[in-house]
């Protein structure tokens, strides 16, 4: 079956515009995961959603940074304003449950390079 | 709180040649433990997993165990290929609410014929 999809694949932008990343993840996985990968960082999370609701912001790094998901499936990363610094690759991950024991599935990414 | 520390790379070696990538943890509770890899150009795939104290995972030739009392993971495999030749990620989570993964830096490994 299809696995864990992103769009757009590379978006490069203008320091201070706003940039929407999508995730589609796989068919009845109900725990959809936001990471962060850059240089500096290494693998960073951002935010989780169980279904529709997401009980775990904590990793958002600024309030630029904000997600919604729909349908309990698609997820849509909105950075606002962006800044330099916000230059990564943004991986999207999900699993059938939430918790420890459900192999998370990794999308290919979303490279992000802001100007 | 809770952090992996992975040995740094680049690790180079040849054909054949034995692996070990080490992986240490600091955890409040009893996480799961996880190596995930990035082949080249690909994305990130779980490679094997270990979820209590003494379990060892095993795939594709690469074994880990999970150790509580050093709080280590380390990566081996006996013989690598050129086909190994990667970015390796050592990871924890919990279950419920906190699963998400809580990543190493990773090691690049490069495995020359």
């Known amino acids: 079956g299809a696995g864990v999809s992103q769009s757009p694949s590379n978006k490069v932008t203008e320091k201070g515009k706003d940039v929407e990343l999508r995730c589609d993840p796989i068919s009845g996985h109900t725990a959809l995961y936001w990471y962060r990968q850059s240089l500096g960082q290494g693998l960073e999370f951002l935010i989780y959603f169980q279904g529709n609701s997401a009980p775990d912001k904590s990793g958002l790094p600024s309030d630029r940074f904000s997600a919604e998901r729909t349908g309990g499936s698609v997820s849509t990363l909105t950075i606002q304003r962006t800044q330099q610094e916000d230059s990564a690759v943004y991986l999207c991950a999900s699993s059938r449950r939430e918790g420890s024991y459900n192999e998370q599935f990794f999308g290919p990414g979303t490279r992000l390079t802001v100007l | ?113």
């Open chain 2, 1 to 113: 709180g809770d952090s992996v520390t992975q040995m740094e790379g680049p690790v180079t070696l040849s054909e054949e040649a034995f692996l070990t990538i080490n992986c240490t943890y600091t955890a409040t509770g009893y996480p799961s433990l996880f190596w995930y890899v990035q082949y080249p150009g690909e994305g990130l795939q779980l490679l094997l997993k270990a979820t209590k104290a003494d379990d060892k995972g095993s795939n594709k030739g690469f074994e880990a165990t999970y150790r509580k009392e050093t709080t280590s993971f380390h990566l081996e495999k006996g013989s690598v290929q050129v086909s190994d030749s990667a970015v390796y990620f050592c990871a924890l989570n919990y279950g419920g609410s906190q699963g998400n993964l809580i990543f190493g830096k990773g090691t690049k490994l490069s495995v020359k014929p």
